[in-house]
T-cell receptor, first 111, second 114 residues
Framework: ETGVTQSPTHLIKTRGQQVTLRCSSQ?????VSWYQQALGQGPQFIFQ???????GRGNFPPRFSGLQFPNYSSELNVNALELDDSALYLC??????????FGPGTRLTVT | QQQVKQSPQSLIVQKGGISIINCAYE??????FPWYQQFPGKGPALLIA?????SEKKEGRFTISFNKSAKQFSLHIMDSQPGDSATYFC?????????????FGTGTRLQVTL
């Protein structure tokens, strides 16, 4: 088990709603990345935060946004939820972008 | 340019056998190649990783072979066990710098039978 924790474990939302997912990084890590993993697929990079600044973004629309806090924990916010947003959302922490360790994920279902 | 191609999609191996999963990448800027193991309902767990300055890395029953000129790398699981049954993902990224996102393969579902 890594020291990365995520909450909540599962979440059900309705199309059009907004959601916030949370991640606590492993002790000593200053970088957090978020990934979306659709069923049967590999994780897809959403964005990365380093020292509270966005530091790289994948091919996701602006309604996906995030924050990193001074203690290096992080939030992922998704606005105007769509059915295709249903996925496992993974947080990974690392020290300055080196070896990433993943949390257990948050399973989001959009109905 | 950012794709990582992984094969096979699924693999059935008898207990004690060798499981081999292959990946190929296109972007020569990648310099970090990890393998992750994922069980149903869990996040990916880092298994083993390699840098392109070595051709092979072994940790216990897991070995990565790396061919820089062919832009290919593979995972070998020796003496495969039923507990190894999981989905395996290769990935590629840059180990230096802070915008080091990982690009993942599509995964290989491994089943080890008795």
């Amino acid at each position: 088990e890594t020291g990365v924790t995520q909450s909540p474990t599962h979440l059900i939302k309705t199309r059009g709603q907004q959601v916030t997912l949370r991640c606590s990084s492993q002790s000593g890590h200053n970088t957090v990345s978020w990934y979306q993993q659709a069923l049967g697929q590999g994780p897809q990079f959403i964005f990365q935060y380093y020292r509270e600044e966005e530091n790289g973004r994948g091919n996701f629309p602006p309604r996906f946004s995030g924050l990193q806090f001074p203690n290096y924990s992080s939030e992922l916010n998704v606005n105007a939820l769509e059915l295709d947003d249903s996925a496992l959302y993974l947080c990974a922490s690392s020290l300055a972008g080196r070896q990433e360790y993943f949390g257990p994920g948050t399973r989001l279902t959009v109905t | 340019q950012q794709q990582v191609k992984q094969s096979p999609q699924s693999l059935i191996v008898q207990k004690g056998g060798i499981s081999i999963i292959n990946c190929a990448y296109e972007n020569t800027a990648f310099d970090y190649f990890p393998w992750y193991q994922q069980f149903p309902g869990k996040g990916p767990a880092l298994l083993i990783a390699i840098r392109p300055d070595v051709s092979e890395k072994k940790e216990g029953r897991f070995t990565i072979s790396f061919n820089k000129s062919a832009k290919q790398f593979s995972l070998h699981i020796m003496d495969s066990q039923p507990g190894d049954s999981a989905t395996y993902f290769c990935a590629a990224g840059r180990a230096t710098g802070t915008a080091s996102k990982l690009t993942f393969g599509t995964g290989t579902r491994l089943q080890v039978t008795l």
